[in-house]
DNA sequence: GGCATGTATCTCGCTCAGCGAGAGAATACG
DNA sequence: CGTATTCTCTCGCTGAGCGAGATACATGCC
């Protein structure tokens, strides 16, 4: 009698959800002294370093919405803490690569490392075909998230 | 061969779609003169008073993770602008009630109004028992997380 | 070549969110 | 009662991120 129950209660979930994490990671950046953005930045950077793209901090401040002065700020205090390494990119000159360091990778083993295995043994709850009807939900949601940002 | 493969795609599925909302959130929040924190706090009381209970700084800051100093900061600005009132507890005149104004209901609707509206249009393209699927999914991995954060 | 335009990053000065420490006011409890 | 506890707020401070602009390199056009 009332169709909007479960798409409503579907919208709240996923937004506990991400608060959730949000919470997760702020609380994991706090325990190992750095800032939200900081673990967010790191997150990009592995991100990156897996798909095997570059990452300059040009990208790394559009990613994050930062401007150019707050990324400078960000880049310097990652390289303070050991996680990254500037590098002029020797084919453009005015650029600069952003190198993951030994330590940013255990760091996000850290933090990935125990969330993921939770997150992977409870999927074992679930069928081959249960999990394929998330995956297109999370992918339609995200793609539904991902216009709206675009206006 | 690789079982371990649908379950991180899911992962990073489940992490890219609270980066979007996180981004969408605060995209919004800077279009209308506030912080990610305002937001989340916005969101809190809103929540708080669908659900017929009372908000009180303590409860707002523990729910954020701010110290004492910064909810009456954070307070202080929704306040100022003009979308909580506060109201001292009749009962316990230590306390102090956060009553939601009419201007963030407003906002509130702004914000989620639009992006809501095109999830719930974009569920429409699951069945009721795929629907049901991705709920189960999405509470399994919330209360993963949720415990993860509990230590 | 030389000069204008565009792009990537950084510097400077500033604002203000959030922290630590602690004060003040009200309540609970022996 | 007085003492401990709870809730909120004040004060002073740190530092993340912004706007404006400087600098260095790249590229296109004549």
Redesign the interface.
Known sequence: MEP?R??????H????????????G??FAARNGLHPTDL?AL?HVLDARRAGTVVTPGRLGEAL?LNSAGTTGLVDRLERLGLIRRERDPGDRRRVRLVVEERAIELGQGFFG???A???A??G??G?A????????????????????AE
């Open positions: 909007e479960t798409p409503l209660q579907l919208v979930l996923l937004r506990g959800l991400t608060v959730e994490l949000d919470l997760f702020a609380e967010r997150i919405g125990g969330l993921i939770d997150l992977v409870a999927m709850a679930f081959d249960e999990l394929a009807v998330a995956r297109r939900f999370l992918e339609a949601m995200t793609e539904v998230v991902a216009a709206a940002r």
